[in-house]
């Protein structure tokens, strides 16, 4: 089964990469470029066959691992 | 209009990153990780408000600055 992980930012936490891309942009003469929030996204192969322990899988890694819960935050899609 | 990129290596470029996730995930204890592959997910908010000038717009961000589309590829969801 396949997961996809998103991890960003909690909002109100400092984004200094996604600052440095807005800034960039702005200076490559894109206008219109109001915030920019970079994060990470981590696509896994996974021997689990159901939905519901892929899921409980990738959460528990995300708590573990993937994640820093005290300033990220992370969002699961399995299949 | 909100944007969303995902800029991931390409397939067959290696990728340590998601190579360091997979190795770390085994050593917690967790079984059945196959591949893992990391990449970079960037969140614009664009002034513009149709959906084909946001899109053209973002695509020519992934281009001149946001993927190195030598080794990556991106994708791009308005809205």
């Known amino acids: 089964m396949k ?13 200094p990469q996604g600052q440095a891309v807005a800034h960039a ?6 206008q219109g470029v109001g915030e920019v929030r970079q994060g990470k996204v981590i696509d896994l192969d996974l ?10 899988q990738v959460r528990e890694m995300c708590e573990k691992l993937l994640a820093n819960t005290v300033i990220e935050r992370y969002d699961i899609e399995i299949g």
Chains 1, 2 share one sequence.
């Open 25 to 30: 942009l702005g200076t490559l003469g894109f």
């Open 47 to 56: 021997a689990a066959t159901d939905r519901a322990t892929a899921e409980a």
């Open 3 to 15: 997961a996809r992980v998103h991890v960003m930012l909690k909002d109100g936490v400092l984004d």
